[in-house]
Each structure stands twice: as C-alpha cells, then as structure tokens.
C-alpha cells in the first residue's frame, strides 16, 4: 500500500484520480481550498478509512509524509482562471515550489498535470512534446499558459539540480462527468445546454478544433506514467488525437440529447488556440497507452450525469 497525495484532489480530475487509487488499494490524501472543486466531487469516498481530506491552499507549504504526489491543484477552464489571474500564477509557481521541495525533503515521486496550453495557439500540427509552443505571453490566457510552462520549468530544474523523481504530464481538453456544470468549458456548456432547451453558443464561427479524452483514459494514463522508471521523466502528451471542430462537438451534443437547441455563434475568445490534436506516439512507447473510450461513447456518460445531476438541483 502507498500513501499518496493528490492536490486538487476535489476537482473534476482529482477526484476521478483519488477514487481510482483508493480502488487500487492505497492510501489516499486530497488537497484542496474547495476554490473550483467541490466536497461532493469526494463525499461517496469520505466513508473509506484509508482516504483522508484536507483544507489547504498550495501556495503555502505543506508537510506530510507520502510516497508519491499527483499535482493537480490549478483552476482550469479559463472562466475559472482569468477570474483572479495573479492567484492563478501564485498557484501554479508557488504551489509547484512547495510541492517540489516537500517531494526533495521527503523523496517522494511527484507528477505534475501540465497542459496542451504550453502550446499556446500552435504553428505545428500535430502537437509533439519537442514543439516549444507559441504562448502570448501577456494575453488573458497567459495566467494559466506561462504559469504551467515555468511550472515544467521547475519540476525539470528540480530534477536536474536535486534529484527529485519527476514526471510531467501534458493534458489535453479532457471531459467527463464531475466537470463544473458552470466553468464555461465547452462540453460541459453544450451538454447542459441541450439538455435546459438553451441555445448552444459556439465561438467564432466553429471551426476551431480541439481533441476531446474521456477522463477515465486520462486517469489511467497519469497512473501508468507514474509508474515509469526514473530515468523517464517526460513531458508526455496525455491526449485522444481525435480531431472535431467546434460546430461539429455541438452537433453531436443536440443528436445525443435528442434537444430542439438551436446553434447560435457568439464572438471568439482572445488568443483562443485554432487547432489542437496530441501526437501520442511517445506515450505509446514509453507507457503503452492510448485512449481507448470514443467520443460518442464518453458523451453518452457525461450526459447521463448532467441530466442527473440537473433533476437533482430542479
Ligand atoms: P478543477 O478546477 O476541477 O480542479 C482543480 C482543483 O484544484 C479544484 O478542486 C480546486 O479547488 C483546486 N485548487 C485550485 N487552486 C488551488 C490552490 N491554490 N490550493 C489548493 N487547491 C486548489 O480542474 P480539473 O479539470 O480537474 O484540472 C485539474 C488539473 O489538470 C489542473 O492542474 C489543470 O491545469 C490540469 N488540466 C486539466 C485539463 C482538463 O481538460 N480538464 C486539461 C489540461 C490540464
Ligand atoms: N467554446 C464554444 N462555446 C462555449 C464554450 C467554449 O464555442 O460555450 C469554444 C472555445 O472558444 C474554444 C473551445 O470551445 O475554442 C474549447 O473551449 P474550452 O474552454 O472548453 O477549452 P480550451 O479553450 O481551454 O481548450
């Protein structure tokens, strides 16, 4: 059994995170400050006497002993991180410092959920882990992109200059049920959308793309990279290299729901990425993996759950 630590541990994936290892069979600590995550993300595990829950903001130290850290705590749709941009910085850098130095004290292995944003808008197609990206550095978006990018910079420095067991995942838009049903991301906005009878709002004019991984995928991703030797330290690409537009996502959503919605287009966001899409043939290797659940099949779930979750609140 491991005693792990998940930070952000009731959000969206934190949570999805901390369910899976519990099930493995370890012990199980979540972090969090409950400011874009919620209790009842973790409250069906709160019975189970190897799970443990902790108020707690990364940007200031922490001591436990643990095993292994999965650092995830970062509000990440951009609603949630434009909101107090300078506190997104402080999350990212700070809480990066001091989960780094708590895993050099304790020599722990630590994981950091980095972002398909240190792409920023791309210039190259597929995105590979050597492509350096093209982030404006003082765009709303810049909060969240620079902050994951130094980030990655400090766990490598780290590694290189402590020895720290380091691991860095690079995510890609990833949905599933427990996403906040108001963070303005886009299945999440479609879904419950289509299911109120609402217009759908696409941006632009839809024809930006982006690659949709069904959480479960993801989770088994971030445990398998975990589990890699040390000489492995990544970025990886954690990511379903299917490719849809916009307008096609919402197409999707109103056949599935079976909704009379109708599409409305609405301004693009600032410095919003045109395409996105992983080249996953390093994760193939190093950790044989790839995304398995297809996006009709992921969407079918999520739906389920925020049709339950809408009867529910009335
Ligand atoms: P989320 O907002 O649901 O979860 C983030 C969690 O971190 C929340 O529970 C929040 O309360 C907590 N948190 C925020 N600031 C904190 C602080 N200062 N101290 C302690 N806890 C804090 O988002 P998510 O989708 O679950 O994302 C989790 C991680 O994965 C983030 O680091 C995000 O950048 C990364 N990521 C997610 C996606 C995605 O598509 N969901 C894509 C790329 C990267
Ligand atoms: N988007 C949209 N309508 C919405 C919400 C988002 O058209 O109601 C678009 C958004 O402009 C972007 C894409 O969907 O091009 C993905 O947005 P999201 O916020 O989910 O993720 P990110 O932009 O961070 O990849």
Redesign the pocket.
């Known amino acids: 059994m491991k005693r792990i630590l998940v930070?952000?541990g009731?959000?969206?994936?934190?949570s999805h995170l901390c369910e899976r290892l519990l099930k493995e069979g370890n012990e199980v600590i979540s972090?969090?400050?409950?400011?874009?995550?919620q209790k009842r993300n973790i409250v069906h595990l709160m019975d189970n006497p190897y799970f443990e829950v902790v108020r707690?903001?990364?940007?200031m130290p922490f001591f436990i002993e643990v095993d292994e850290i999965y650092n995830?705590?970062?509000?990440?749709?951009p609603i949630?991180y434009q909101y107090n941009p300078i506190k997104t910085v402080k999350?990212s850098v700070m809480?990066a410092i001091n989960m780094l130095g708590l895993a050099k004290r304790i020599k722990a292995k630590i994981l950091q959920?980095s972002?398909?944003e240190v792409y920023g808008d791309p210039q190259v197609h597929p995105q590979k882990e050597s492509y350096w990206g093209h982030v404006n550095p003082i765009g709303l978006r810049s909060c969240y992109d620079e902050g994951?990018r130094v980030a990655e910079t400090l766990f490598m420095n780290y590694h290189h200059q402590n020895n720290v067991r380091i691991k860095i995942i690079r995510?890609?838009?990833?949905y599933g049920p427990r996403m906040?049903p108001n963070d303005g991301r886009v299945v999440s906005n479609f879904i419950v959308q289509a299911l109120k009878g609402e217009n759908i709002t696409v941006y632009g004019d839809g024809g930006q793309t982006r690659s949709f991984q069904y959480v479960d995928d993801l989770i088994e991703g971030m445990i398998k990279m975990m589990g890699t030797g040390e000489d492995f330290t990544g970025p990886v690409n954690i990511g379903n290299p299917g490719e849809f537009t916009i307008l096609e996502l919402a197409q999707k959503v109103i056949e599935l729901t079976g909704s009379k919605s109708k599409i409305v287009f609405e301004p693009l966001p600032s410095d919003d990425p045109m395409q996105r899409k992983p080249d996953i043939s390093l994760a193939k290797e190093k950790l044989n993996w790839e995304p398995k659940i297809h996006l009709e099949d992921g969407l079918k779930k999520t739906i389920e759950y925020f049709d339950n979750l809408l009867k529910e609140n009335g």
């Open positions: 930070t952000g009731a959000g969206f994936l934190g972090l969090d400050n409950y400011f874009t995550g707690h903001d990364v940007t995830l705590a970062c509000p990440a749709s949630h999350t809480g959920a972002t398909s994951k995510i890609f838009n990833t906040h």
